[in-house]
């Protein structure tokens, strides 16, 4: 968990490429739905999906085989009726939720998140202030592949995410707090200090079969 721009993508992906924990991303995967132009909207405006439509994405996606051993959600809950469905999955799947909330102040998410730069072959994240691509606006492992800039990392948009954030996604911090559930990262440092926490936590208290080479 944690605000836009907060590095949750970042991590989410680290933690697939090093424990091979399928990153289930919802925004990514809203955004690569076909013939679905009334989300692309509504995400490009910077509000939520129905949860609804979410929930279902994400029941569909972790019922498959990858999913067996563990997965990381990455924007998945962001409202009270999509963290009280995990809970039903979670007892369906047998598998314990371990809630992680990389926290940013909210000075230096705008600046992260307006200054985000994607790959649209392999995704990786980039920043032009904080992790910028060897050559001018293209991917360090495609070159000649031009960069994007998502359509809601506007400044404009972004106020729109934070507040969004603020109003649905903040109050989950309250509820997982107060079950003892919840793991609080500070995500001011580099993505690799912030990785290292997260590992930490992950192989404290999830399955063996969670393979750390
Ligand atoms: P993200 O890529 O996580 O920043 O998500 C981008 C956008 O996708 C959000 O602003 C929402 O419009 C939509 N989205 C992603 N995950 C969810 C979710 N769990 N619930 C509702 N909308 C979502």
């Known amino acids: 968990m944690g605000a836009p721009g907060a590095g949750k993508g970042t991590q989410a992906r680290l933690l697939q490429e090093r424990l091979g924990l399928p990153q289930i991303s919802t925004g990514d995967m809203l955004r690569a739905l076909r013939d679905a132009e009334d989300i692309h909207t509504t995400q490009a405006s910077g509000k939520l999906i ?53 926290a940013v102040p909210i000075d230096i998410l705008e600046k992260r998140a307006s200054g985000r730069r994607n790959c649209p072959v392999c995704g990786e994240i980039y920043n032009i202030y904080f992790k910028p691509p060897r050559n001018d606006e293209t991917c360090d492992h495609h070159p000649g592949v031009k960069l994007f800039q998502r359509a809601d990392d506007s400044v404009e ?32 440092r580099d993505p690799e200090g912030i990785y290292e926490d997260i590992e930490a936590i992950v192989r404290d208290s999830v399955a063996p079969s969670v393979s750390t080479n």
């Open 50 to 102: 129905s949860d609804d439509v979410v929930i279902a994405v994400v029941r569909e996606r972790t019922s498959q085989p990858d999913c067996q051993n563990g997965y990381v959600l990455d924007g998945f809950p962001r409202t009270l009726a999509q963290a009280q469905m995990l809970e039903g999955l979670s007892a369906e799947q047998a598998k314990p939720i371990l809630p992680i909330l990389v």
């Open 157 to 188: 948009k972004i106020r729109v995410r934070l507040e969004t954030y603020n109003r649905e996604t903040a109050p989950l911090i309250d509820y997982y707090s107060a079950s003892g559930r919840l793991f609080r990262v500070d995500g001011r």
